[in-house]
């Protein structure tokens, strides 16, 4: 019988009709084995899913990092009903986003002042131009990756169709090096609006750096961003900014603000934020929509009020310490390496011999899948993992391990694999 039959079905169907047959890349069949994996899935509950086929599944993925409480959780689905009764969307704002507005300034440090969009990408858009009207100044340092827009997109590898004139106006740095933004700062000087980077990144910040880009930037007059779309809601209440004291000027947030309901925002100084009131222009027909709002203020209070955090971190050092053991166990420290800190860790590919990284994440992910567990080697943690899936996660990782040790062995993947091989599409 073929598992995956009614996936493989409509993923013939869905690429004739959207490219890549998916909306977002990286839930995209690239990503996983080809004709050997769900490509479809049909309901979620907790922290399991179900893919068209019946097949269950326990997910690390969390949707890209939405999933912060649970797939499906009945009281952010009561609390979006309750909305949804009143109506979804107003000709005038709705007090609910005052009331959300409140609560984010109250949780994040630095925030004063917040805007509402819709996805990651819109946030950070509104944050660089915000610096850039601030400023007066038109260079961005970015570090990381921060969305779809011209002004991020344009200055990586995926710039096609972006004119050259902006992708110039963007400089990338690589993370935990606050010399590179020493040097840019001094060889653009005067010209730098801003500097966004995501907060934590890989293992986090190295003692000292994000204080070191707040003295940098605050004596070269640029706005500093934390783009937190993926840090946000993840490892503390406030961000981290409160996790490693240093307030920046402006901070993004989306993916987990609402589990899973579209809404992201930008925050923090009044003086900048607020600009948009003088015609810096963030505006969109789908800010206020109540829904998503609604589902944000109980998100928040669900997080708050479960010790989430904590529990994210007690998860995922029990994950990492697991990996850890495995890594050793089965002698895979050449081609296996940990990442991330606990809520948002796992694991990253290496090659060897003839076989690239994309062979050993291959050979990885088709084991895990067939051990009902969904991840990309990086792990996000929600409130409804339990230890139990952690050890589920570790007994799949190591039958994984093993099936890279034969492919090692062998220095091929042929005749192991029983679907396509994983093929990002996203050049990093
Ligand atoms: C750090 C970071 N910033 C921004 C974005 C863009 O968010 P969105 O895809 O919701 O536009 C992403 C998306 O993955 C992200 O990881």
């Known amino acids: 019988m073929d598992k995956y039959k009614k996936s493989n079905e409509l993923l013939k169907k869905a690429r004739e009709l959207t490219p890549l047959g998916a909306q977002t890349y990286s839930k995209s069949f690239r990503y996983y084995c080809e004709g050997y994996s769900p490509s479809f899935i049909e309901r979620g509950k907790g922290s399991h899913l179900w893919d068209v086929d019946g097949n269950e599944y326990i997910d690390f993925v969390c949707a890209l990092g939405p999933i912060t409480v649970g797939y499906n959780d009945e009281r952010i689905n009561e609390a979006i009903i309750k909305q949804l009764e009143k109506g979804i969307?107003?000709?005038?704002?709705?007090?609910?986003?005052?009331?959300?507005?409140?609560?984010?300034?109250?949780?994040?440090?630095?925030?004063?002042?917040?805007?509402?969009?819709?996805?990651?990408?819109?946030?950070?858009?509104?944050?660089?131009?915000?610096a850039r009207a601030y400023t007066g100044k038109d260079i961005i340092v970015s570090c990381g990756y921060h969305g779809m827009h011209d002004w991020y997109i344009g200055s990586t590898a995926n710039h096609r169709g972006i004119p050259k004139e902006i992708r110039q106006l963007t400089k990338s740095v690589d993370y935990n090096n606050a010399g590179a933004l020493e040097k840019l700062l001094s060889e653009y000087e005067g010209q730098i609006a801003g500097v966004i980077l995501e907060p934590i990144q890989g293992n986090g910040p190295e003692e000292g750096y994000?204080?070191?880009?707040?003295?940098?930037?605050?004596?070269?007059?640029?706005?500093?961003?934390?783009?937190?779309?993926?840090?946000?809601?993840?490892?503390?209440?406030?961000?981290?900014?409160?996790?490693?004291?240093?307030?920046?000027?402006?901070?993004?947030?989306?993916?987990?603000?609402?589990?899973?309901?579209?809404?992201?925002?930008?925050?923090?100084?009044?003086?900048?934020?607020?600009?948009?009131?003088e015609g810096v222009f963030v505006s969109t027909t789908f800010g206020g929509e109540t829904l998503s709002m609604a589902a944000a203020i109980k998100t928040i209070e669900i997080l708050e009020t479960e010790n989430a955090f904590e529990k994210f971190w007690s998860l995922g050092k029990h994950m990492k310490e697991g990996l850890e053991n495995l890594i050793s166990q089965n002698n895979l420290g050449d081609v296996l390496l940990i990442s991330g800190l606990g809520p948002h860790c796992g694991l990253i590919f290496k090659g060897i011999g003839d076989l690239s990284y994309l062979d050993i994440n291959t050979t990885y992910q088709q084991k895990m899948i067939e051990e009902g567990i969904l991840s990309l080697g990086i792990n996000n943690i929600n409130l409804s993992h339990s230890k139990e899936e952690i050890d589920a996660y570790l007994i799949a990782a190591d039958m994984g391990m093993h099936d890279i040790k034969k492919a090692i062995n062998n220095n091929s993947i042929a005749g192991m694999t029983k679907g396509g091989k994983i093929e990002p599409i996203f050049k990093r």
């Open 210 to 277: 994000l204080q070191r880009l707040r003295e940098l930037t605050q004596e070269n007059g640029a706005v500093l961003i934390f783009d937190e779309v993926v840090s946000g809601f993840r490892y503390a209440m406030g961000g981290a900014s409160e996790l490693y004291n240093v307030a920046p000027d402006l901070i993004a947030f989306g993916k987990g603000m609402a589990n899973g309901m579209p809404i992201s925002a930008v925050a923090g100084k009044k003086e900048i934020i607020d600009l948009i009131s």
């Open 89 to 130: 969307i107003f000709s005038q704002p709705s007090p609910i986003s005052i009331e959300l507005a409140e609560k984010l300034v109250e949780i994040i440090p630095c925030a004063e002042m917040v805007r509402f969009v819709k996805n990651g990408s819109d946030a950070t858009e509104a944050a660089v131009r915000l």
